[in-house]
């Protein structure tokens, strides 16, 4: 079957950094995706790693490892406004081509 | 450029009732998806359109649920009776090709009593 773990919830303080893990399972790998939805806002695109390594685009990175079905979003310069759920997504092409979301991560930044 | 944007942002029917979801995607964007998320969970597939062509359903629950695009261009999404457990949130997302960007809508919110 296909899967994604992520943990549920992360906290951490202002100017901290803080990094989201994802573990994934899908027989038809294309890439893995990041998204960042505020509560009752709309997904929004974050990054997208299609090979092994690390994309960055200011003060949001994410890695990725095929090798090992895993990969993680990097925040770093935490700011209050970057509270909010964050999803890894991978896309598949088994029987299809289609986008496999996580249940999120539910990050909090405290001041 | 207009955003993916969903009617009505919140529904509110009781079971057995019907409801229609709509999407209109963003200008030129030939993939448009449907997907829910439900009591928290993971943000899931159902449907994608490649113009007025339905490429995958497979994600679509059952027979109750029924998405159109005709002309390629804006989408419904039809419950049929609604139950229960269709409550949840209803995200429709677009993109230009298959493998672009998806961008999302805000979502609309049923629930069903």
């Known amino acids: 079957g296909q899967s994604l773990e992520q943990p549920s919830e992360v906290t951490a303080v202002e100017g901290a950094i803080v990094q989201i893990n994802c573990t994934y399972q899908?027989?038809?790998?294309?890439?893995l995706s990041w998204y960042q939805q505020h509560d009752g806002g709309a997904p929004t695109f974050l990054s997208y790693?299609?090979?092994?390594g690390l994309e960055e685009t200011g003060r949001f990175s994410s890695f990725l490892s095929r090798s090992d079905s895993y990969g993680y979003l990097l925040l770093q310069e935490l700011q209050m406004k970057d509270s909010a759920s964050y999803f890894c997504?991978?896309?598949?092409?088994?029987?299809?081509?289609?986008?496999?979301f996580g249940a999120g991560t539910r990050l909090f930044v405290k001041a | 450029e207009a955003g993916v944007t969903q009617f009505p942002s919140h529904s509110v029917i009781e079971k057995g009732q019907t409801v229609t979801l709509r999407c209109d995607p963003i200008s030129g964007h030939d993939n448009l998806y449907w997907y829910r998320r439900v009591m928290g969970k993971e943000i899931k597939f159902l449907l994608h359109f490649v113009k007025e062509s339905k490429q995958d359903e497979s994600g679509m629950p059952n027979n109750r649920f029924l998405a159109e695009r005709t002309g390629g261009t804006y989408s419904t999404l039809k419950v049929q009776p609604a139950e229960l457990e269709d409550s949840g949130v209803y995200f429709c997302?677009?993109?230009?090709?298959?493998?672009?960007?998806?961008?999302f809508g805000a979502g609309t919110r049923l629930s069903v009593l």
């Open positions: 790693n299609a090979l092994d």
């Open positions: 899908t027989s038809g790998f294309y890439g």
């Open positions: 997302a677009s993109s230009r090709t298959r493998e672009g960007i998806q961008y």
């Open positions: 997504a991978v896309r598949d092409h088994t029987g299809g081509f289609k986008t496999i």
